[in-house]
């Protein structure tokens, strides 16, 4: 299981990343984009990954890593449980998000 306190530690151990708040959840930006939320009352993380960043890491477990069940996981928006998700498939998946916000798109 992986803490708030530990989610929290590792999204702030990226280069230039702050956090605030997010409605009812805590968010961590780079380049003032959010790459992640943390939800403390449900134990979950949402990231922001690529489409098919998020096809691959919801292949490893959809009861641990799924899309968000609306509009937003059409959007990438990916659930993270971290109840159960293990600590390496999650600094990978952490890691693709902060380079999501941070890599400049190719034109």
Known sequence: MITAQSFRA?????SGTIE???????SFRANKKI???????NNLACLMLYEI????FCAF??????PVPNKWGKQEATYVDLKSV???ILKVSLTQ????TTTKKKK
């Open 10 to 14: 590792l999204a702030l151990s990226f």
């Open 20 to 26: 605030q708040p997010h409605f009812e959840r805590t």
């Open 35 to 41: 790459f992640a939320t943390l939800d403390v009352k």
């Open 53 to 56: 960043q998020q096809n691959v």
């Open 61 to 66: 477990n959809t009861t641990v890593i799924y």
């Open 86 to 88: 293990r600590k390496n």
């Open 97 to 100: 998000a902060y380079n999501k």
